[in-house]
Nanobody
Framework: QVQLVESGGGLVQAGGSLRISCAAS????????MGWYRQAPGKQREWVAT???????SYADSVKGRFTISRDNAKNTVDLQMNSLMPEDTAAYYC???????????????WGQGTQVTVSS
Protein backbone atom coordinates (compact mmCIF):
# COMPACT_ATOMS: atom_id res chain seq x y z
CA GLN A 1 0.00 0.00 0.00
CA VAL A 2 0.89 3.66 -0.28
CA GLN A 3 0.20 6.26 2.39
CA LEU A 4 0.34 10.02 2.04
CA VAL A 5 0.49 11.96 5.30
CA GLU A 6 0.13 15.73 5.41
CA SER A 7 1.34 17.99 8.19
CA GLY A 8 1.77 21.66 8.98
CA GLY A 9 -1.73 23.06 8.72
CA GLY A 10 -3.10 25.51 11.23
CA LEU A 11 -4.51 28.95 11.90
CA VAL A 12 -2.83 32.05 10.51
CA GLN A 13 -3.80 35.69 10.09
CA ALA A 14 -4.40 37.19 6.69
CA GLY A 15 -1.14 38.23 5.10
CA GLY A 16 0.77 35.55 6.95
CA SER A 17 2.59 32.46 5.77
CA LEU A 18 2.29 28.76 6.33
CA ARG A 19 4.13 25.71 5.02
CA ILE A 20 2.44 22.36 4.66
CA SER A 21 4.18 19.09 3.89
CA CYS A 22 3.30 15.65 2.62
CA ALA A 23 5.29 12.44 2.91
CA ALA A 24 4.61 9.35 0.82
CA SER A 25 5.50 5.96 2.20
CA UNK A 26 4.88 2.29 1.56
CA UNK A 27 5.64 0.22 -1.51
CA UNK A 28 6.85 2.83 -3.99
CA UNK A 29 8.90 2.28 -7.11
CA UNK A 30 8.62 5.77 -8.51
CA UNK A 31 6.39 8.83 -8.23
CA UNK A 32 5.41 10.92 -11.21
CA UNK A 33 3.51 14.09 -10.42
CA MET A 34 2.83 15.26 -6.88
CA GLY A 35 0.39 17.99 -6.10
CA TRP A 36 -1.93 19.80 -3.76
CA TYR A 37 -5.67 20.26 -3.90
CA ARG A 38 -8.00 22.06 -1.52
CA GLN A 39 -11.64 21.94 -0.55
CA ALA A 40 -13.49 24.67 1.26
CA PRO A 41 -16.77 23.96 3.08
CA GLY A 42 -19.63 23.63 0.64
CA LYS A 43 -17.35 23.74 -2.39
CA GLN A 44 -15.83 21.20 -4.72
CA ARG A 45 -12.23 20.13 -4.38
CA GLU A 46 -10.00 22.28 -6.57
CA TRP A 47 -6.50 21.90 -7.87
CA VAL A 48 -3.85 24.18 -6.34
CA ALA A 49 -0.43 23.20 -7.66
CA THR A 50 1.57 20.35 -9.21
CA UNK A 51 5.24 19.47 -9.49
CA UNK A 52 6.54 16.77 -11.81
CA UNK A 53 9.38 14.39 -11.03
CA UNK A 54 11.57 16.61 -13.17
CA UNK A 55 10.71 19.69 -11.14
CA UNK A 56 8.30 21.42 -13.49
CA UNK A 57 5.69 23.33 -11.52
CA SER A 58 2.25 24.66 -12.34
CA TYR A 59 -0.22 26.67 -10.29
CA ALA A 60 -3.85 27.65 -10.22
CA ASP A 61 -4.31 31.32 -11.11
CA SER A 62 -5.72 32.00 -7.65
CA VAL A 63 -2.43 31.12 -5.93
CA LYS A 64 0.15 32.00 -8.59
CA GLY A 65 2.81 34.30 -7.18
CA ARG A 66 1.85 33.53 -3.57
CA PHE A 67 2.32 29.76 -3.26
CA THR A 68 5.40 27.69 -4.08
CA ILE A 69 5.39 23.93 -4.48
CA SER A 70 8.57 21.87 -4.10
CA ARG A 71 9.51 18.23 -3.71
CA ASP A 72 12.32 16.01 -2.57
CA ASN A 73 12.44 12.95 -4.79
CA ALA A 74 14.83 11.11 -2.51
CA LYS A 75 12.47 11.47 0.45
CA ASN A 76 9.20 11.23 -1.51
CA THR A 77 7.97 14.47 0.00
CA VAL A 78 6.20 17.51 -1.38
CA ASP A 79 5.80 20.88 0.32
CA LEU A 80 3.60 23.88 -0.28
CA GLN A 81 4.88 27.25 0.92
CA MET A 82 1.95 29.62 1.19
CA ASN A 83 2.59 33.35 1.50
CA SER A 84 0.29 36.37 1.56
CA LEU A 85 -2.53 34.15 2.73
CA MET A 86 -6.09 35.38 2.37
CA PRO A 87 -9.29 34.26 4.10
CA GLU A 88 -10.43 32.69 0.83
CA ASP A 89 -7.47 30.30 1.08
CA THR A 90 -9.19 28.66 4.05
CA ALA A 91 -9.74 25.01 3.20
CA ALA A 92 -8.68 21.45 3.83
CA TYR A 93 -5.56 20.85 1.76
CA TYR A 94 -5.01 17.42 0.26
CA CYS A 95 -1.81 15.91 -1.07
CA UNK A 96 -1.95 13.83 -4.23
CA UNK A 97 0.67 11.63 -5.86
CA UNK A 98 0.78 9.45 -8.97
CA UNK A 99 2.65 6.37 -7.82
CA UNK A 100 3.99 3.29 -9.56
CA UNK A 101 4.49 0.60 -6.96
CA UNK A 102 6.53 -1.80 -9.06
CA UNK A 103 8.82 -1.61 -12.07
CA UNK A 104 6.86 -1.83 -15.32
CA UNK A 105 3.54 -1.22 -13.61
CA UNK A 106 1.21 1.71 -14.19
CA UNK A 107 0.67 4.79 -12.08
CA UNK A 108 -2.18 5.11 -9.63
CA UNK A 109 -3.39 8.24 -7.87
CA UNK A 110 -3.22 8.35 -4.07
CA TRP A 111 -4.56 10.93 -1.64
CA GLY A 112 -3.69 12.06 1.83
CA GLN A 113 -6.24 12.58 4.58
CA GLY A 114 -6.00 16.37 4.41
CA THR A 115 -4.72 19.13 6.66
CA GLN A 116 -6.79 22.15 7.63
CA VAL A 117 -5.59 25.66 6.82
CA THR A 118 -7.60 28.50 8.33
CA VAL A 119 -6.86 32.14 7.51
CA SER A 120 -8.46 34.72 9.76
CA SER A 121 -9.26 38.24 8.58
Amino acid sequence: QVQLVESGGGLVQAGGSLRISCAASGTIFTINAMGWYRQAPGKQREWVATVTSGGTTSYADSVKGRFTISRDNAKNTVDLQMNSLMPEDTAAYYCNADVSRYSGRGYYSYWGQGTQVTVSS
